[in-house]
């Protein structure tokens, strides 16, 4: 058996030592290892997420760029229609503008032409001039107060036509008493009414022109009336406004009345029509 010697005693501890200095930098060691594994792991991991959280950031920011873009395209195109139907309801409010001054310039020459139909053909009433009890176109209408003056001058005027036609037919002037020539002019204004009466409108203008020519007031009324509604002849309003003036001469009450008011309210219409009466051929 060994004895240890003080030399070896004082090896052990110093053996002891360096051992514990060994194992205390093999602790180290593995502590600083896995601290720079913990780090570099969470170093790591921190890249991971903050990748994964910038490309999820990446995202939301292209979703919502995308986001905007739809929406500012849908705004451009809204504008784009509001400007468009803008412009339509402009150009059609234009168009309706026209349409109403189509419309009433159509209306107002509609309505001018039916004032005038008016004028000339509803002044005749539907009446035949059967007598000297019913002898108006019109019912209602008659002269004025003020119309005296017109209405003298006419009868004056009728007064000389009747010496002057009685004087041309060698005849003499009676008053009250109806000479045969008056008789035979009211005997062809009666035989007109009668035809027209029964629908032979032509035979009764005919029976008119003959009385009328002979210088019968009624007869002229008629032919007036005859021209102005086309019954038995063609329509012409200036030669039946020409008859009625000649009637008118006559002291016709009614044509003088129809004459009075061409003359106030178609004054261009009545001078032609005065032109025409003086072609007329009448005794």
Known sequence: MRTLMPEDNQKVPSQIFRWFEKMKNNYEQN??????????????????????????????KSSHQKHLDQQNTQIKQLTDDVSYYKAQMAKQQ????????????????LLTEKRKDIDIK????????QSDEKNEFIEGLHLSSNNSELNRHFQQTNQKTVKTHINERGGSIQEGVPSALEQCDDNLFDQAILKRQSG????????????AKLGHAKSMGAMGRSFFLGEGIEEDQTMGLAWLIHAANQALP????????FQENNNEFYQQAYTVSKQLSIS
């Not at 234009?94 to 020459?109: F, G, H, K, P, W």
């Not at 009614?254 to 008011?261: E, F, N, T």
């Open 122 to 129: 509803d002044i005749f009433s539907d009446e035949d001039i």
């Open 254 to 261: 009614q044509a003088v009345a129809r004459v009075k008011y």
């Open 31 to 60: 502590v600083q290892s896995v601290l720079q594994r913990f780090e570099e792991y969470s170093h790591s991991q921190q890249l991971r997420i903050d990748q994964a959280n910038q490309s999820t950031i990446d995202n939301l």
């Open 94 to 109: 234009q168009t309706i503008e026209q349409l109403n001054s189509r419309y009433d310039a159509v209306m107002s020459c």
């Open 200 to 211: 032979d409108v032509k035979q009764a203008f005919q029976l008119f022109e003959q009385a």
